[in-house]
């Protein structure tokens, strides 16, 4: 009898030890030091021109070589992941989260973007998107000492979920063994009405930020240093007097047609 329940217990021990060890993805992340999310609108108000500066603007800046020696100098690296997304129900992970630790990694996920296709043009949704996006990050694989989830846009919410209560439920998680400092980050594509709502409804968290662009045109300018200062905790100067005055001159436009729209 004594040698059944040993042997019992043993298979039973065993049989834990398998299960702890399937279940557990957590004990066996890789460790990085940047988890990021981009959220990136494609919702109907953005055309196809705006849409191929959009991306490319995205491309362009993990081809950077600031951006590339930034990565380069992290002690784990970054894993980044690209979606896109519209209205209440339209979110889709075009590229899954990847690991980048030097310019070749930085390159090729560049690519992987570069090849992607327009997945929505719907309604403005980006409480949804960052519902989606949120718990992405504890199903990676990766195991990160920062979550950021970084939204860019051309308009204020129109659809889906109230997007403070969905920014504030991202920002109330508490992971354990990763995720210590979790924000939200911002570039709105427009004037000062959509600046002040990004700033209002979208960003949050420690050392979250906004980087306007007044215009599709200088969107891969703002998505360059936003990137820059994500991945390496640079500064972002700030707009002067006379850019002030353009996007509230940009913002009066874009109001205009988000109406006519």
């Known amino acids: 009898m004594r040698h059944k329940t040993t042997r ?10 398998a299960l702890m060890l399937g279940s557990g993805p957590a004990a066996w ?21 705006e849409y191929n500066l959009q991306k490319q603007g995205y491309v362009n800046a993990f081809q950077d070589p600031t951006v590339q020696s930034l990565i380069a100098s992290l002690p784990n690296g970054v894993a980044v992941t690209y979606i896109e997304w519209s209205g209440e129900n339209q979110q889709e992970q075009l590229v899954p989260w990847t690991l980048l630790t030097d310019a070749a990694s930085a390159n090729a996920f560049a690519a992987a973007i570069a090849s992607t296709t327009r997945a ?24 990160g000492a920062r979550w950021v989830i970084d939204v860019s846009g051309d308009g204020d919410a129109n659809d889906g979920v109230n997007t403070q ?46 980087v306007a662009a007044s215009s599709f045109n200088d969107f891969e300018n703002a998505v360059l240093r936003k990137i820059r200062r994500e991945i390496g905790g640079g500064t972002v100067p700030e707009p002067t007097g006379v850019a002030l005055l353009g996007l509230g001159l940009a913002g009066l ?8 729209a």
């Open 165 to 210: 209560t969905a920014r504030d439920a991202f920002l109330a998680l508490t992971p354990v063994g990763e995720g210590s400092s979790i924000a939200i980050n911002g570039l709105p594509i427009g004037g000062q009405f959509l600046q002040n709502w990004y700033q209002n409804n979208v960003v949050g968290g420690p050392g979250s930020f906004l």
């Open 120 to 143: 929505f043009s719907g309604l403005t949704a980006p409480g949804s998107a960052i519902n989606y996006a949120a718990p992405l990050f504890s199903q990676n694989g990766f195991e």
């Open 253 to 260: 436009a874009w109001r205009c047609r988000r109406r006519a």
């Open 8 to 17: 019992k217990r043993g298979l039973l021990g065993a049989a834990l030890a």
């Open 29 to 49: 992340a890789v460790p990085v030091d940047l988890e990021l999310a981009l959220l990136v609108d494609v919702s109907g108000s953005v055309d196809d021109n």
